[in-house]
């Protein structure tokens, strides 16, 4: 047995009520289950094919519309019917059509440091940028995790990623886990923990550290956890939260399968390529690369901070004739706030599309569909064919920054170019 | 639960098949009619896969076994995925690796997942695959696989036909 823990066996102790080392089977409490609307409906299915009726903690249950917000389709609105009446029955909580993304939501209100949360979306690892060991699931497990509260997991070996320096200018967090992904590889991380660390993540705010943590499954793993730390603790305060706070470290002696040391004062602005998200180069060799369509949001990049760079990026200018720009807020939280700090209208006037909060066109079903040899450049998370509703487009994947630059000059574009700012 | 030992014809995919090939987020408006959504399973990849499994099953070639390359089922948590692979009438799949979610989706719609090196497995041989001992025989090239061992609480799932089953039977996890 190893002298210390890593954060996954921290938490993993903690919630089986006994000692969890990498490569053990525990039965661990779950503190916060939730669906949306893809998945709601299957997993009521399984729940009441269980033969169950009651959820075990109805108070740390959720149920999400936000996939298909408002809903395109009428068998989409009978699925948000159906789980509109299952809150009802079970009084779980919900939150409805134009509220945001359930991970934006999850941060905003209910993850902490040390929980355990279940989610039947695989981007629940948002939630570890709170050191909660929050991991997707499919319908079946979280019906049964809905049903008994608990769920079982093998305690993931831990791959350390040792942050050090500052981000120079023009470098955001998307562009740190675009890079750390192509070093990984899209299976290089299955079933393992990324816990980040080092002496760079003083600087590494919460909405950075959720863009992160975010995209941990994209690596193939299980959880990405940051600590319990000040920011964590501050974030939990600036929500009303502040109780729920418990330090939250990895032990000294941890032990680490891996050790990935990053310089962030080496980063560059990156993208993924088209279709894989582990097909990294940095932005500056694909200049050029005319785009029809560029969008702002998503779980990963929709935060109030994304918007603030978009919108400093293209106040007073316009974007290409040639190419639509959608912005979709990951919150109606997010939403406000960019309406009173000025964002939305520079954005509006840089002749932008602001779209309800929500997934919109992450994953196809609406609002954006691609047309057939299109190419978008995405700050989503994935860029698998066919993920924007048509197998026949191409999807770049980068940050916020790249894509606002991208949008103005209609191509592919380094955002240091146009910002001497950001 | 599942048939111990059976045999099937592989159909081989790539590596890097993702949640979205298997069920493309276009046809989420269908994701409550799953025999409509089966329909369009691993359309976009495997042009005419539908049909490919239900001729084998009508010339009585036993299951469709997927065969995929690494990384399989990469992406979203949809059990959808899964679900609509089996309902084709895919009786296994075998894969060099496979995601965390989608592996454990599988098992829990009691599909057996087998991992082990599939690059020798040609495109419709004909293959025994026998789940307790973890061993796959190419009936055509004549070469055997054995396949990594599960964590017990997942083969016992398996053996239940998958976790709602489990579930029923035992009310609660035992590990
Ligand atoms: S924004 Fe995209 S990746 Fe995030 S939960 Fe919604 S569909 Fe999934």
New binding site residues.
Partial sequence: MSVGKTLAEKILSLKSHGEAEAGDVVIADVDLTFV?DTTGSLTIRQFKEGGFEALAKPQQTIIFL??AAPSPARQLSNDHILLRRFAEETGCGIYEVGDG???QLVAENFANPGEVIVGA???TVTAGALGAFATGMGSSDVAVALALGKTWFRVPESFLIDLNGVFPRGVYAKDLILYLIGQIGADGATYKALEFGGDALAQITMPQRLTIA?MAVEAGAKVGLFPGDKIAQDFLTEHGRGDNYQPLYPDAEANYEQVISVNLGELEPMLSLPHAVDNVRPVAQLKGVKIQQAFI????N?RLEDLAIAAEILKGRKTHPGTRLLIAP?SRQVLIRAIEKGYVQSLIKAEAIILPP???A??GLHQGVLGDGEVCLST???NFKGRMGNPEAMIYLASPATAAASAIKGEITDPREISTKY | MPDLVFKGKAIKLGDNISTDDIIP?RFAHLRSNLPELAKHVLEDAVPGFTSKVRDMSLRAEGKAILVAGKNLGLG?SREHAPVVIKMSGVGAILAKSAARIFFRNAINQGLPVLLCDTDNIGDGDELEINLSGGKIADLTSGITLSCSKMPPIMSAILEEGGLIPYIQKHRDFKI
């Fill in positions: 949306q936000d996939h993304i359930c991970h979306d695989s981007h975010n949001g998503t779980c990963t929709g990951s929500g997934c919109s992450c994953l989503a998370n994935r | 987020g979203s």
